[in-house]
């Protein structure tokens, strides 16, 4: 991702491992970090998003350049409706960068605009 591309104004992180990655891009485009939580669905092996909240004002990223990180994606779900919910706000201009993909055999809400890893095999989750 060059900078002289995309110049973000703020970045932001989707709960629980984001908030890492997110802190180096924030430290190298100098912008805050905004926080969206979500809330999951535990009963199955793997949890799913049910629901995201943006925890800021979202007249904040009116008209701005966002560049949304997660930490993992399995099956996109989770960054898709975080997407989805900060593209209601007028002007903004998104780009998602994910910092690792376990699997190529997921079902599959979307791609990031930018992804670090990816494995090639079917990875076997540590908890369930």
Same mark, same amino acid.
């Given at each position: @991702? ?5 110049? &973000?104004?703020? =970045?932001?992180? =989707? ?14 485009? #100098? ?10 669905? $535990?009963?199955?092996?793997? &949890? ?9 004002? =979202?007249?904040? =990223? ?7 990180? !997660? %930490? $993992?994606?399995? $099956?996109?779900?989770?960054?898709? @409706?975080?997407? !989805?919910?900060?593209?209601?706000? !007028? ?9 690792? #993909?376990?699997?190529? %055999? ?5 791609? &990031? !605009? ?7 095999? #079917?990875?076997?989750?540590?908890? #369930?």
């Amino acid at each position: @991702m060059k900078s002289a591309e995309f110049s &973000p104004s703020y =970045i932001v992180a =989707i709960q629980y491992g984001a908030f890492v990655p997110s802190a180096e891009f924030a430290k190298k485009f #100098r912008v805050p970090v905004l926080h969206v939580e979500v809330d999951l669905d $535990t009963t199955d092996v793997v &949890p799913v998003c049910e629901r995201v909240k943006l925890k800021f004002d =979202i007249e904040l =990223i009116a008209n701005r350049q966002i560049l949304v990180v !997660d %930490n $993992t994606i399995t $099956t996109g779900k989770t960054l898709r @409706m975080t997407l !989805d919910e900060i593209g209601k706000v !007028d002007g903004v201009k998104l780009i998602s960068c994910v910092v690792y #993909r376990p699997s190529l %055999n997921s079902p599959n809400y979307g791609s &990031p !605009d930018h992804l670090l890893f990816q494995s090639r095999r #079917r990875v076997t989750p540590l908890l #369930r």
